[in-house]
């Protein structure tokens, strides 16, 4: 059965194959498709040397393009030789005297859309490479929307349980995040000074005042132990007007007696509530861990608890450091 012949001109070929090179039997470039074009910028082109614009990168030690088809069959990939980082996949095949190459981009699809800013008139009719890259850039799309979902989420989650840790009045932490403090240090041996605190004169000021001048002076007090604290240490509101303070790795008692003279001090000094004076005191109990044989947060709050009512009993507004050694 006779074959039928079919020459397709220049303008035929960069329409059906945008990304073809026509090489003459010299392997000097006769014909371009627009795509390659732009993939190979300002270069001259037109009858240079196939070897001048690409680098072989496989088959391995093929140079030309003769040795590309004449090693491996009809498969290559090449790279520009000017500087741009995206690689090229290929058909060949002989026309006559002639040597046509088919190329495309393959894995690289979207950092040459990207590089060369190329559209869907930059590839053929049948090509499905902007539908590949439309799949891509959907799927890139909702991987981004459920990374910033579970961002959401988790950053959700994490104020969910810095509220669950936190006293809403004065900002400190709350009586569980004090006792999971407490057992932390304790199970890790983890050195500390406690301190328990209770205001002198409180209920006088709600009785007096009123409770908004009460919360007043809970939030002027939490502001006091925020500033005379470091921020490794733990002040909590534990009750009404009760405090707990964890000074991390500090037993010195001469340091954990000083932070609580500067409290005490400091919650002296009249506070001024729209114009009345609220007065408080505060009295405070000491404790150490490195005290117990065997440190335990129930036991250590129950001797600073002991230590704050002899410094109550002692006369109010001021601090003592109880040594405990049982175990």
Known sequence: MPQASC????????????????????????????????????????GALFQDLFEVRSPGGAITAEDVLSRAGHRFRLVPRNGSRVGLRGLGLRVDDKVLLNLTFGIDLIAAVREFALSDADFAATDLAMELLYLAEANAAVTRELRGLNLRLEGARLQAEEEAMTDPLTGLRNRRAADLLLERFCSTRTPFGLLQMDLDYFKKVNDTLGHAAGDFVLEAVGKILR?????EDCAARVGGDEFVIIVTNRTEPETLQGIADRIIAKVSQPMDYEGQSCTVSASIGIVRSVDLVNPDSAQLLAAADRALYAAKHAGRSRALLLVDQTS
């Open 7 to 46: 020459r397709i001109g220049a303008d035929g070929l960069a329409r059906l194959m945008p990304m073809h090179l026509l090489l003459d039997s010299d392997g000097r470039v006769n014909s371009i498709g627009p795509t390659l074009a732009r993939v190979l910028g300002d270069a001259p082109v037109i």
């Open 227 to 231: 500033e005379q604290l470091r921020s």
